[in-house]
């Protein structure tokens, strides 16, 4: 009478035992994802731009792996074309931002201190009142120095700081390396491990795909094409480090919201002070007419359908990805976003089918 309840009282124990051996399992596999984290997060930025490379340059990879017939050297080859793009350039562009922008502070202390600007623009009647009323309340000569100093010793910093970024550079090219090499092996690593089905991981992923090639084309090359466009009229105008504004222009265009007006609008008025007529009209219209609408123009042949975000949810995720991530949140943050609204219509359709 007494085995049954023996037997049922091992099976208990046992099914206990395997409880506690789950529930174990469940703590060391959250305790060892979120020690990866940790780990992972300072190289935060060098994983987010050696995927976007890895993803940008794919095609790259596939023709050379097809005529090298080898994907490690396939890989190499693609790291030394895309590394020849991008630090040559880089390298160019940092020498004449430190120069230009040394040179262009120097300029306008000399201008303010020299009294050259209070007599253009004590010689306009109109503005002459304006002008000193704001002059009572504002050392544009202290001001002009203090800046100056601060360019000068923020010169330094940056010079100081460019190992780092080398360093960084090189860690970018080395991942990279093995994204591109190895991206196969990623990718099915990623889908046998992942609790969707085929299909929502093919999905996903082409999301995830679009959302890099949409940013960076999009955002990146249409904002650089804006700032080009507006330090070759500020080049053209004979105004101060034309390069270092046009890269500002750039950045700024990358933020919605905002644009490259916020630097050539109050270099208009400059002029207007100045009393260049012409050239402040000649810059406004630059402006307005051509720096204004190449996001129109260009955005929908590079873009297209691919980014599925509304303009709102797209400021969002940029000025948020940069709050939250740094430079990186510039790609990871509507990726973010995009695999969040992706895993929202998952459940919403899984819900749906119940």
């Known amino acids: 009478m007494q085995a049954p309840n023996t037997h049922k009282q091992d099976d208990y124990d046992w099914g206990s035992k395997s409880h506690v051996q789950t529930l174990v399992m469940m703590l060391l596999t959250v305790l060892g994802l979120y020690l990866c984290y940790k780990m992972a997060i300072p190289f935060l930025a060098v994983l987010v731009w050696a995927l976007t490379l890895a993803v ?36 160019f562009v940092g020498q004449q931002l430190l120069f230009q922008a040394v040179k262009g502070a ?9 009294g ?46 460019s190992a780092v970024q080398i360093l960084g550079l090189c860690l970018i090219f080395y991942v990279l390396f093995f994204f591109l090499r190895d991206r196969r092996m990623f990718l099915h690593a990623i889908a046998r491990h992942s609790p969707l089905s085929p299909l929502q991981m093919e999905a996903l992923l082409e999301r995830i795909g679009d959302t890099i090639h949409a940013t960076v084309y999009g955002t990146f090359a249409v904002a650089s094409v804006q700032g080009l466009l507006g330090g070759l009229m500020f080049w053209w105008l004979g105004l101060p480090a034309p390069l270092l504004w046009g890269l500002v222009m750039g950045m700024l265009a990358v933020i919605p919201m905002l644009g490259a007006f916020v630097i050539w609008a109050p270099a208009a008025l400059f002029l207007l002070l100045e009393g260049a007529w012409h050239d402040a009209l000649t810059l406004s219209l ?10 129109n123009l260009l955005r929908p042949v590079l873009v297209g359908d691919r980014l599925r975000l509304h303009t709102v949810l797209t400021f969002l995720s940029v000025v948020g990805g940069l709050m939250v991530f740094g430079a990186a949140g510039l790609i990871l943050g509507p990726v973010i976003l995009v695999i969040t609204m992706a895993m929202l219509e998952f459940w919403s359709a899984r819900n749906t089918t119940l």
């Open 56 to 91: 940008l340059f794919s095609p790259l990879q596939g023709y050379l792996e097809r005529k090298l017939k080898a994907s490690g050297l396939a890989a190499l080859v693609s790291v030394l074309i895309i590394g020849l793009i991008v630090v040559i350039p880089a390298v």
């Open 106 to 114: 120097q300029s306008i202390e000399v201008k303010l201190s020299s």
């Open 116 to 161: 050259e600007w209070q007599h253009k623009l004590e010689a306009q009647p109109q503005l002459a009142p304006l002008f000193k009323k704001i002059e009572q309340r504002i050392d544009f000569p202290g001001a002009s120095a203090a800046f100056t100093q601060w360019v000068n010793t923020s010169a330094a910093d940056i010079v100081k700081a």
């Open 286 to 295: 630059w402006g307005m007419l051509v720096v204004g609408t190449v996001d």
